[in-house]
Every structure is written in C-alpha cells, then in structure tokens.
C-alpha cells in the first residue's frame, strides 16, 4: 500500500554460479581482512603491503580504503555516530559482496565503534571475517599525524575526532592484533606477514 | 568545526597494486554490464546466463542483484522517487568498486529512471558500462509476472510500480537492445550470447 520497501515483495534470486565456483576459478577463499585503528595507525601502509603480497602470490585482493569510498559510496554521509555506523555497515555490507564474489576483501576503515564491527563480523560467518586490530599508541598516531587531522582536533577544529575526543573502543576478540615491539613498529611487510601466514594457516589462500 | 563531511579532510589513498595488475591476473578487464528493464522482463535470467557463459570460459563474473542488494546495502531505503535514486547510485558506485577490481560486474535492476542510470554510466568511462535494455513488452511481463506484483499494482495494493503507475524511462544510447524477434523471445543463453559477442569484440575478455 505505500512507495516503503515491504520484504514480502522483494524476492532472492539465487546465481546458479556460486562462490564455490569462483573460488576454485581464483584458487582462493573469499573473506574480509578488516583493519581497525586509529588515525595514524598505518592501516593504509599494511592493507597496501597486503595487496601487493596477495597479487605476488596471485591472489585477488581488493581494498576498500574508508577514506575513498567517502568519495563514493558514501559521500553523503558525514561524522556523527548514526552516520559512522552508516558508513561501517555500507562497508561490511559491500565487503561481503567482495568476499561472496570470491575476493580477499581488504577493509581499512578506523571502525571506532565495537558494536559498529561486530555487526559486519555477523555477516561473515565460518571465520571468513578476520579482524586485525592495528594497535599502535596514540602518542605514536599523533606524532605521525599524517593527514595533519590530530592537530586540527587539537585546535577544535575537527569535533568528534577519534581518540581526542570521540573513543576508540579496542577489539575484544579480534584474530590478529599487531603491537610495537620493544618500542619499535614492525615493517609494514612484517605486519603482512603476520595476517598472510594466519591466512595460509588457515587454508584461504587456496580453494 | 563540525561532524560533516569536509573534503579536505578525507584524503585519497593511492594502492600500490592497480586495476591493470588484478586485470592481467584475471585476463579480462574489468567493466559494468548494467542490465535495465521492466520487471519481469527476463533481467535475472540474462544476468545468470551470463554468469555461467563467464565462468564456462574461465573469467570472473559478480551479479549485483537489485532485489539482492535491497536485503543487504540498500535495506534500509523504500521505493520513493528519491530512494529509488540512492539505490540505483550506490548500485551503481559499488559496481564501479567491482569494476576497479577486475570483474565483469553485471548489474541487474529495474533502473526505471534514464537520470540515475546516466549518473552511474559517468562513474565508469572509457566504454566500461555496457547498458544492455531489456526492451520486452508490458503485456508480456505482466502475463509473465513471475513474482505476482503486477496482480499487487493493478488491485492497487502496491503504489508507484514500474510500467503501471509509475514510468519507466527507455534507454536512448544503450549499448546492446534485446527485443522479440517475429513475436518470440530470445532463449536465454542467445540473450546472453549477444552479449558476451559485443565484449569480445571489444577486447573485454582478455587483458
């Protein structure tokens, strides 16, 4: 009776090509890699030192970096908590369409907010969403401060900045957690490593 | 000074591996095939005759389904004017993700409206967005009306459906029109063929 989407109304159609096909095709199992941390943590560094080891390894692995589907898919979404939860669930949602098609989907998105991941961690389940909480020091983000986003929340010029002043809530159950080690911060090939073996371990990176 | 979106904030993350790279993995290129019709015109049965007709020649295919999606990334948007826009846009910028992957994407969705599927023909230029129209008559979908919506419209229990009481637009520069031919329609796989011979033509299938 109205223009509002009634589920009764919207059917499924089930692809006769199914993932099972496309991972034998790409020799590989499709799944999320979801990176989390601050700003400044060098989620972006990791997913790219990532994506160059899956292609060496011919892999298909795509990332999806939060700050350029804000160029896109979610360009009409701003910062306050109902739109970052918008923002992470566009996300998973999209991230599980990568990793039915096949793909090792890499996500990169600061996903401050617990309850905001987990819900893209139901979408995948059989341990296909792998969460690597990047867990670097907010004095060492700061420092960095690549973007040259934490000076402008300093100032009080960004609001609502994670870690300043908008929390940051640390996984608790996360598959891989990467740290300094003896005050030093791994190589970004290093860090690689570490979520490429959990994966070869685990049989993804073969059908 | 706010939680909105500011541009010069959301900075652009260039990945080291390129479309070219997954591309020459894959040895297709990767495009949008953006299916548009009626409902009930035989969208879903092209896109799944296209998906085997892919994957029987070893290339990687993903179908966005339109009601698919109204499950997961578009479910909480209705059938308004302006909900049917937001719908057919992050269709349209999550096949351009797809597209920057590798795959042929196959888009399959009502799409009634020539000005969102234009929006989303410009997110992919160089000839990657392959409109293909579904040009069947409404008598036959609704003779056909495979999930009963058109009985739902007629008795006016759903409003502002496609082809009853509210447009749909014809394509006016798709790349491929599939009509009747001597008041027959094509088989499926023929559909799919037509297809499948304009992409290779145009080199698609190889990298």
Redesign the interface.
């Known amino acids: 009776?109205?223009?509002?989407?009634?589920?009764a109304?919207?059917?499924?159609?089930d692809?006769?090509?199914g993932k099972t096909?496309?991972e034998k095709?790409?020799n590989q199992q499709g799944c999320v890699v979801w990176i989390t941390g601050l700003s400044g943590s060098g989620k972006?560094t990791i997913?790219?030192s990532l994506?160059?080891e899956?292609?060496a390894r011919?892999k298909?692995?795509?990332?999806?970096?939060g700050?350029?589907l804000?160029?896109?898919?979610n360009?009409?979404?701003?910062?306050?908590a109902e739109?970052r939860a918008?923002n992470i669930r566009?996300t998973g949602?999209?991230a599980?369409?990568?990793a039915?098609?096949?793909?090792i989907c890499i996500a990169s998105l600061i996903s401050p907010y617990r309850k905001d991941r987990d819900a893209c961690r139901v979408?995948l389940p059989d341990k296909k969403f792998i969460e690597v909480f990047l867990n670097m020091p907010l004095q060492l983000c700061e420092e960095r401060d690549p973007?040259g986003?934490y000076k402008?929340a300093r100032a009080?010029?960004?609001?609502?900045f994670t870690g300043i002043d908008d929390p940051y809530e640390p996984p608790l159950n996360c598959e891989i957690e990467i740290q300094q080690k003896d005050g030093l911060v791994p190589a970004p090939n290093e860090m690689a490593g570490q979520v490429v073996s959990y994966m070869e371990d685990r049989g993804f990176l073969e059908a």
């Open positions: 009776m109205s223009t509002v989407a009634n589920p109304n919207i059917f499924w159609h692809n006769l090509v096909e496309r095709l790409l972006s997913a790219c994506g160059r899956f292609q011919g298909l692995s795509y990332i999806l970096d700050d350029n804000r160029h896109g898919l360009k009409n979404l701003g910062f306050s739109s918008e566009r949602e999209v599980k369409l990568f039915d098609a096949g793909l979408l973007k986003l402008l009080g010029k960004i609001k609502g």
